[in-house]
């Protein structure tokens, strides 16, 4: 490694010391904020009356918030800065949260369901966007895999504070269900107000790089600026005539419907593993999911960079995942549907880096960025329609619909992707990696 190299690195290491830890706290609050509805509805839905049915409208609500708002808050994006709107987002998100603590009706959780959707719309696409301003390309990778990490960690660190909240914080007569949504919406204002003075849209605009490094970046990241190939002639035609795209989209949302909604409902169908589970021990037991997900979600993703196997790094996660629940719902011996809850952690979390390789991998430049949001937003559908379609199950078959319901969508994702012809990718040296996206 030349002197050049090393000055490089230590740059690039630095600008990562200062923006990745900020921007992984973002995102763990982030994720938190999104799911801690399926702690609530340990004793929200008897609190409020609300149904199997209502429930499963209440939490599609945000995905179709999520949806609608999307390409809006992506122009609002472009108008405004990283610098403004990620930090008015991240105060939205987390009022709107909070405000879930006056609810006194099922209604009036939707309401704020779908608000939160629409204050998050912008959230990660727009961080996704922001690296683009502090990482030259070879970097992302490493970064987002980063960043995506904080999922599992939120999950590992929410699930026994959340089921701990709601069973015990009884303060001032309110019940503690209330409380969860204030003690996990207020840390994420003050983060949104700590934000508009760490985000900054350039390394111009930070006194922590000297003039020296501010160049060297600064060059760096004009060199890939002048390489980018211009796509103003994309039809709308062409978008719509590409089966590949419509194939991956439909793969991913399939995928999405089951993990998505299952995030919100396994809290309840864990409980009813057992009589004698308390919301302080449902909380503790989706550890397990989540610390799986955690410990081999890097390997996965860097086995498949090693091999160059894109197709069944992501199909096998897939099928993993349907066939944790048949085997959640085929038995009743508790440590089998214990190992089950472990392999949904393993399904859940081990699909997304071999996944967006695909984009890149079998889409003409012209449409990557176009398929890509395309692909998040069908990801949104397969939320909303997931959780919608689920509230009926659940009255109309109990929890076997359910479970057959989310292993379907699975196996339909997997069979989609399993008879695609895809040939594997030139295995990378240590230190490459593949850039990963998630919405």
Known sequence: ???????????????????????????????MDRVNLGYAALTMNKALAISSVFFGTISAAFFIAYLICQIPSNIVLQRVGVNKLIPTITILWGAITSLNFFAQSGTQVAIFRFLLGVAEAGFFPG???????????????????????SGPVSGLFASPISGWIVQNAHWLGA???????V??????????????????????????????????LESELAKEKEGKVKVQSLSFGKVIKNGTLWRLACIYMFAQAASQASMFWMPGLVKGFSSSFTSTTVGFLMMIPNLLGLLTMIFWGTHSDKTGERKYHTALPILILGLSFVLIMATNDLPIKLVALALYGL?????????????????APELLAVGIALINSCSSFGGFMGNYVIGFLSK??????????????CL????????????????VAPGEGVENERS
């Not at 966007?129 to 990778?141: I, K, L, M, N, V």
């Not at 207020?186 to 000297?210: C, E, H, M, Q």
């Open 175 to 181: 019940d503690g269900w209330r409380w969860l949504f």
């Open 412 to 427: 339909a994702s997997f069979l989609l992707l399993v008879t695609m012809k895809i040939t594997k990718d030139q295995p």
């Open 183 to 216: 003690i996990e919406g207020l840390p994420t204002i003050i983060l949104g107000t700590l934000a508009f003075f760490l985000l900054k849209n350039s390394p111009r605009d930070v006194k922590w790089l000297d003039n020296e490094e501010k160049n060297w």
């Open 1 to 31: 490694m030349n002197t050049s190299e090393l000055i490089g690195d230590r740059i690039v290491s630095k600008v990562k010391w200062r923006i990745v830890p900020f921007a992984f706290l973002l995102y763990f609050f982030n994720g």
């Open 347 to 363: 399904g859940m979390w081990n699909y997304f880096g071999a996944y967006w390789t695909f984009p890149s991998k079998l889409l």
């Open 127 to 149: 961080m996704i966007y922001y690296f683009t301003f502090w990482f030259p390309a070879r970097e992302r990778a490493q970064v987002t895999s980063l960043f995506f990490l």
């Open 396 to 409: 109309a078959t109990g929890t076997s619909g359910v479970y057959l319901y989310m292993a379907g969508l």
